[in-house]
């Protein structure tokens, strides 16, 4: 059986000594927590990850895993400010989160440069987790449905599943993202559904299953996070803001338990 996917998005908020603090207090938190059921993903900023990396291999009761915010599309080269692939295998990282809609809209991160980016990933078994999600402006013009499977569908534009690799598709609907209100799981699930068909056009059913999880990400915490992922189209979700906190952390996998 799948794990549910639980992504921590520290985005631009944590110094390295702030990042080692939290995921210590959470290793402590989740000792004794029986964690069998959800894979526990941190994703601090690329400054923190060789230190969380250290913090990690000494001690990891609770088996938290290390993403990384972005990636370059290249395996290396004159590439002023990027990180590759490989450099983030070296800090133990094994997903890294792409197209999220802060930098397709702060630094024009295009469907392209997001197909490419899952490539490199998956050449060096890396799990991409690839945002997808409509502006409040598309979902009043009724695009929310096209504007989902056109960022899935070419995300995904030639990429080949096999093995053990695996892709993630974070279902993020802009608008809600840090606002502190959440879409109802209803609207979450029938975009999870459209996520799926889009998928369907391009991999066969057993590839879907093997190879994908859908989850969503906005606005989730601890009062709203059981009504996503008791969803059957729902696998797990990607929380900023309230994934800061040890408390409403530690509140939220318990819940998923
Ligand atoms: P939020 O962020 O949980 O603070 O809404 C989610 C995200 O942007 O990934």
Request: contains cysteine.
């Amino acid at each position: 059986m799948k794990k549910n996917i639980f992504v921590a998005n520290w985005k631009m908020n944590l110094t390295v000594a702030e990042t080692k603090n939290l995921a210590e207090k959470l290793g402590q938190s989740l000792r004794s927590f029986k964690n069998d059921k959800t894979e526990i993903i941190l994703c601090p900023a690329f400054t923190a990850l060789d230190d969380l990396c250290t913090v990690l291999r000494k001690e990891n009761p609770a088996d938290l895993k290390i993403g990384a915010q972005d990636v370059f599309w290249e395996e290396k080269g004159a590439f002023t400010g990027e990180i590759s692939a490989k450099m983030l295998k070296e800090v133990d990282c094994r997903y890294v989160i792409v197209g999220h809609s802060e930098r397709r809209k702060n630094l024009g991160e295009t469907d392209e440069m997001v197909n490419k980016k899952v490539k490199i990933l998956l050449e060096n078994d890396l799990v991409p987790i690839v945002c997808v999600g409509e502006t409040f402006l598309e979902r009043q013009k009724g695009l929310r449905d096209v504007i989902v499977a056109r960022q899935t569908e070419a995300a995904l534009r030639d990429v080949k599943l096999f093995g053990n690799k695996k892709i993630i598709i974070a279902y993020e609907p802009v608008w809600v993202i840090g606002t502190g209100q959440a879409v109802e799981p209803e609207d979450a699930e029938h975009s999870h559904r459209m996520i799926r068909e889009a998928l369907m056009e391009n991999f066969p059913a057993d590839v879907l299953e093997k190879h994908f999880q859908i989850i969503y990400g906005g606005s989730v915490d601890s009062k709203n996070i059981k009504d996503f992922v008791d969803r059957e189209n729902i696998d797990g979700v990607l929380v900023g803001g309230a994934s800061l906190k040890v408390e409403e952390f530690v509140k939220m996998i318990k819940q998923l338990a």
